[in-house]
């Protein structure tokens, strides 16, 4: 019996972990305003979407993958968006909880943690999700990187997603 109420009392708190998490999973939108806070500014530079593929627009899911091209050098990154709605009569905006992954070291080093316990991490988290951030977000913000912010502005220009 001892065993049993020692066992619930090690597995409470992390049930209790698990549903605050879920409850403050964040909107795009609440991502794109803490990109500022965590990065300290708001210019994102010259960045260019070279190509963008959407899938699910007549599901709950609404997936946004663009590769997003430095202008320094030629080199391109994956960005993945993905947006949950709760009924297929609701339009696809920023407002709506989201997932979301950039390829670069930006996001690893400083997004990926936070991002995985806000559950706003999109795909099988690596060990950058795992480990928590040094130097930039220790507080563990959920947030973008810049190329995240260059990819939903495009999706917002382009009326994929409503602002
Ligand atoms: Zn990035």
Redo the contacts with the bound molecule.
Sequence with gaps: MQFIEELKNLIRPLVEEALIEEANKQTLRQLIDNFKQVFNTSVYGSLNPRQRKVYGEDTLELKIVTEIKSGSSNKG?N?VIVLHRKSLEDPWTIDLPCEVK???P??RFYASNANYRAKNFYGKPDKWARQRAEKKNTAGVPTM????MRSAEQAVKDDVVEM
């Design positions: 990154w960005t950039c390829a670069c930006a996001y990187c810049k190329h995240l």
